[in-house]
């Protein structure tokens, strides 16, 4: 027995692996780097033009060992893991150690599942490794990803496996009511007779060797083909191919793809209870996050809002902005208005801009296009203030500026949003990108721009967008409106003139209609502009 053992160990060969390097030579100053590779038989190459032309050759040396891969057959299931041959180290230690007292348990427990085929850069761009590994390790490896997976090798079924075949396997309690579709069984259902249990799906007949289960990859994960209980596996693979099945639609469906992360939570909180894994646990954490966002973003999309404030015979509307995006849209204002350098309209509404433009690293681009459509012929006078009273440094003159074209922007520094300052903002990347384009169109809407309306109107229009129910009406329903002291400390205008301003967005389409009486401005927003509103 021993013997026999030894021999199919010594059958496995070790996974195989190849490396591809780009390393500097020469002068650093020149930029010349050399290209080289594990294979002796793969030429090393220089390119003394810079990195760039090394990293798209290392890329295509990479691309045309993995064609050749393959074209050999692929990953080979009964190869050892070729990071186990490396003790492991190519990923970070068992997070569990510290908790057994500090000792590191032993790699092969971390290693198991199919062998695949993976291919792991180096945030660098510099180094590029193409392994035969065990789906465990490649999911533990950072910036590993997955190319392939072997078929697992043939077994010898042990005795008796028949008869353990149509033995139906034990699993937790709850486990299949948790992804059933079906409701409890009915009380009128006898409980005393036992169900006769179906063959499952792709079942052999008997006496037929039986199929390997099937493995899938959900989230940069391998789930592992013995995965119990078998339940929960097939519930990760079949999420895996429907998330696959959803980036290939043409057009989005948020409802879908909110139940598919709710899905996601469920089963990965499972898997983090089966396995003790805390990064499976974060990991439904954040899908539940983005099933609940994915909710909001097709209420506010479609009108259909979970606090029900939209009637019955409310436009169903899709807009730009997210409940979470219009309440970083509030705070930007509020922003704008309590560290503009002046009170000019002008002013304020060209701070506003800017700080869209600059809220994540303090600099921002703008061109002569943007600002002379945002304050008219004020501009060169807007930012000469600007720059007087040290809020906004500019690479060269006001006019240089205001000449530059969008193929040449010119790069302007806010220094209190600069990055060793306290941060004002929250919101990341993509939302300071929605934010500036949603202001931009709200700034530059055509008939605002067709009636000619000043800085303080257009302030007034950015403000009654972001302070809007669902219908389009402005302000919550308990405060009747809004309040006219609130807005006119915006527009930098006196509360009697707000009417005025109010007017002149009604006649530019923007506002349906608009009342200023008892110390509120009560009115809604035109139908043609709702996508541009933010909801309270």
Known sequence: MTVEAGARQSERVAGRVWTVRLDPYGRLSAGAVRLSCSRPACPEQRFPDGTAAGRKAAIGHVNAHLARIRAGGGPRGAAWCACRAADC?????????????????????????????????????????????????????????????????????????????????????????????????????????????????????????????????????????????????????????????????PEPDLALLATLHERKARAFALWADVSDDDSLRQEAERAELAAETTREMHGNR????????????????????????????????????????????????????????????????VTGQDLTGWLQGEAERVLEQLVD???????????????????????????????????????????????????????????????????????????????????????RPEDGGLGLDQVAAFCTLAPDEVGTHADLLVTADWLAEADTAEGQLRGRLSERVLPLSGLL
Request: aromatic share 4%; hydrophobic share 40%.
């Open 89 to 249: 180290a190519w990923h970070t230690p068992d997070p569990e150690a510290g908790r057994r007292g500090g000792v590191r348990p032993p790699d092969v427990v971390r290693c198991g599942g199919p062998m695949v085929l993976s291919v792991c850069a180096d945030r660098a761009g510099r180094l590029w490794r193409i392994a035969e590994v065990c789906a465990r390790c490649a999911a533990a490896t950072p910036g590993c990803r997955v190319l392939e997976t072997a078929a697992p090798p043939e077994r010898t079924a042990p005795a008796g496996a028949d008869q353990a075949a149509r033995t139906p396997s034990a699993e937790p309690a709850g486990v299949t009511a948790l992804f059933s579709d079906s409701g409890p069984p009915s009380p009128s259902s006898p409980a005393a007779a036992p169900a006769p249990v179906p063959r499952t799906r792709g079942a052999s007949p008997a006496g037929a060797p039986r199929r390997a289960k099937r493995t899938g990859k959900i989230a940069q994960r391998i789930v592992p083909h013995d995965l119990e209980p078998d339940v929960l596996r097939r519930e990760l693979v079949e999420l895996g191919d429907a998330f696959r099945a959803y980036q290939q639609r």
């Open 302 to 365: 479609t009108g259909n809002v979970p606090d029900g404030s939209t009637g019955e015979d409310g436009p169903l509307v899709e807009r730009l902005l997210t409940r979470s995006q219009a309440v970083h849209a509030r705070a930007v204002l509020e922003y704008a208005a309590a560290h503009a350098p002046g009170p000019e309209a002008d002013v304020r509404l060209a701070v506003l801009m800017l700080v869209l433009r600059a809220a994540r690293t303090g600099t921002g681009n």
């Open 389 to 475: 009273a040290d809020w906004l440094r500019l690479p060269g003159a006001a006019a240089d500026v205001l000449a530059s074209r969008p193929e040449d922007p010119t790069a302007v520094t806010i220094p209190t949003l600069l990055p060793e300052r306290p941060r004002p903002f929250t919101f990341g990347k993509v939302h300071r990108t929605r934010l500036s384009g949603w202001a931009q169109k709200v700034v530059g809407d055509r008939k605002l721009r067709k009636k000619k309306l000043g800085p303080a109107t257009r302030l007034l229009a950015l403000y009654t967008a972001v302070h809007t129910l669902p219908d389009g009406r402005l302000g």
